[in-house]
Each structure stands twice: as C-alpha cells, then as structure tokens.
C-alpha cells in the first residue's frame, strides 16, 4: 500500500509539474545571454529593453531568467552559447546571422520577433529630410553624417568617396584606438548627442541602439527610417531593414518551438516594450 501511494504520488508531482509548464517542454531556469555593457539593450543592472523582452519570456514559460553577462560581443556564440554557458541569444539576425552586434553562425533561430532599420537622426529645427542614401544631402563634403564604424553606413561612404572626410570623426569616437582583433565599444548616444549639439548634421545608427536617446533629448531630434534601396556601385543591395529573432543551441530544437509559442502568443506584449522604447516598428 505504502509502495502503491508514493507511486500515485510521484505520478501526480509529475503531471502537476507539467501542468504549471503550461505545456512547455522544460521546467529548468533558462540562461539568457546578454552584454554586460551594452545599454540600451541590456546591461548588468537589467536596465535595457533585452532585459525587459527576457525576464517576459521567463514568465511566459514559467521558468526563473539567469542573466548570462558577455564582455566580448565576438565570443559569445562560441564562448557562451555553444559550450552552453547559456541557452538564448536576443538580437539575432534571421537573415544571414550577422546582427550589428555579434557574429552568429550555427544555430537554431525562431521566428521573427522584431523587424526595423537603420535610421538618419537630425535636429527637428535644422529642417533637414533625409530617408534615403540617394538624397543629395549625403553627398556633399561638408555634410557630416556620424555612424559606427561597423555599419552598413561605411559601406556607403565608400561607394560614394565619402569614408576619408568623416574618418577623423570615426577615430575621435573610437579614441583613436585600433579595432584590430579587439572590441571598440562606442556608446550610441555619444553619437546622438553629436547631433543635438550640431558637431554633425546627422547621424545614422541603428534604431533599436538610438531610440532610447533620441526619446531623451532634451533638444527636439527627428528619426527617419532609411528606405531599403541602397546599393553599392555594382548593383548589390546593402540592406537596411532587419528581421530580428532569438538564436539556440543547434540540438534545442524544443527550445526553439516554446520561444516561438512565446513570440507568437505574447505578441502584443514584446510590441509594447519595444514600442516603450520608442523602436519605430515595420511589419512582417
């Protein structure tokens, strides 16, 4: 009889432990990868939209959030997830794998939870309208357009002869540092403050890494989304629009299915943060 009962018993813990999953694969607190430094998207005092988006999806799988804190954007697939020092990626590219931040290359990726683009910032009373690389403000001299060093910006500056007059301007936000095998990080609203305090006419950033600044400036800023035509000399698109999805293990193929139940069912939700953070939001 006694045998019988802690048989009912550990059946019935066992069903019950499914049940509070709310039909989810897994029970165990789930580890999230995030930058240690890298605010507005997260940051060890869990202060970024990252942070907000992940503790949302622990509670929709009714599982604790551990914050897997990175230093090295470059070593973080390698590093944390695959070696499984953590289990979920934000911020990853669906595309090709490469988000402006981290390079990825094998994993699983859900589907879509976010898709936006770079963006041209500039003061709302220097009446200045730029959405596209084609607009003729881009192409002249003394139009000082600030960027990061890694972005789909560059590329353009190239194509039109432009890196060399803002090379300086790179430098100075680098601290004159090489990027040679290492991180440099530039703090996005050092760029936006350029902007407000007229050192550049405009800056192109992109928007998820912006928008929190361009909301707190206390002088008027506009944000343009840029419009996805531009190319290089040779035809070849340099895209400026973005689907972001969350990144797993290869083998966590059911993590992967519960992150896309969370994304679909809490929709609404994961728009409201990023909608918050003033994110402007394409559709998908």
Known sequence: MIKQFKKITLNALILSAFSLGANYAYAADLNICAGENELPFSNSNKEGFENEIAELIGKALNRKINFVFWKDARLVERDYLVKGKCDVMLGVDKQDGIDPRIKVRKMLKTDTYLKTGYVFITR?????????????YIKNKDFRIGMMHDSPGKIML??????????????????????????IRVDPREIVNDVATKYIHTAMLWAPEAARYVKASKVPLKMQVIKDDAKKSNGEPVPMHYEIVMG??????????????????KRADIDAILTREGIPLLPF
């Open 248 to 265: 797993v293990r290869e083998n966590d193929a059911a993590l992967q299915q519960d992150l896309n139940k969370v994304i679909k069912e």
């Open 124 to 136: 709302a009373d220097r009446e200045i309208d730029i959405s596209s690389w084609n607009d003729e």
């Open 158 to 183: 190239l194509q039109m002869n432009r890196y060399d007059d803002m090379f300086d301007y790179f430098a100075e936000k680098q601290k004159y540092q090489s990027t040679r095998n290492r991180v």
